[in-house]
């Protein structure tokens, strides 16, 4: 089966400028992840979903960062106005229930912010 | 709060040599551990996970891992190391408290393989 697909797989933009980044899981699979991994460290959960609707987003940056999955199956993370911090890798995962299933990742997109 | 340790960043190793990347993990409740390795510019791929059951738990590309719950450890292992396996790994423990079932990962160890 299609793993989990993120686009764009990079990005360069200036401060206060905005972004989004795209993520179409695998299919069936109804929670998806948003990770961000900055350089050096491991990822840490930005928002997850249960199909369409958010299930913890209490790591969310709620004041530039924005997240939605309108038809619970391709999602798409924005940032704006960016800063400087933000630089990361923006990860996508999903798993297809709940339990222990296990979460399978996209290539994830790196932001480089000037 | 759920968390794991990773003591070592780097991990040297000769290839045909065993190696033993090492994770510790701090749970209130049943843990549920994972191992995943990242690439240079891919994501994470799984590689193995612990639920309950059997102590040694085998993974993909041969890996293999070790729960001890008396030493709260979750050590990834493999007998024989090949220079592809030179990647970044991830332990993760799954955040039981919140419900919601995220994964805590730990800082990554590096593990390079020399020829």
């Known amino acids: 089966e299609a793993g989990v697909a993120q686009s764009p797989r990079y990005k360069i933009i200036e401060k206060r400028q905005s972004v989004a980044f795209w993520c179409n899981p695998i299919?069936?699979?109804?929670?998806l992840y948003w990770y961000q991994q900055i350089l050096g460290q491991g990822p840490k959960l930005l928002i997850q979903f249960q199909n369409n609707g958010v299930v913890d987003d209490s790591q969310l940056p709620k004041d530039r960062f924005s997240a939605e999955r309108l038809k619970g199956v391709d999602s798409t993370l924005k940032i704006q106005p960016a800063k400087l911090e933000d630089s990361a890798v923006y990860l996508c995962?999903?798993?297809?229930?709940?339990?222990?299933?296990?979460?399978?990742f996209g290539p994830g997109t790196r932001l480089t912010v000037l | 709060a759920q968390s794991v340790a990773q003591p070592e960043d780097q991990v040297n190793v000769a290839e045909g040599n065993p190696l033993t990347v090492k994770c510790t993990y701090s749970v209130s409740g049943n843990p549920y551990l994972f191992w995943y390795v990242q690439y240079p510019n891919r994501g994470l791929q799984f590689l193995l996970k612990?639920?309950?059951?059997?102590?040694l738990v085998k993974g993909s590309y041969g890996f293999e891992a070790e729960f001890n719950k008396s030493q709260t450890s979750f050590h990834l292992k493999k007998p024989s190391a090949l220079v592809s396996d030179s990647a970044l790994y991830f332990c993760a423990v799954r955040d039981i408290n919140t419900g919601f079932q995220k994964l805590v990962f730990g800082t990554g160890t590096r593990l390079l393989v020399s020829p």
């Open positions: 612990y639920i309950t059951g059997d102590n």
């Open positions: 299919s069936g699979h109804a929670t």
């Open positions: 995962a999903t798993k297809r229930g709940g339990g222990t299933d296990t979460q399978y």
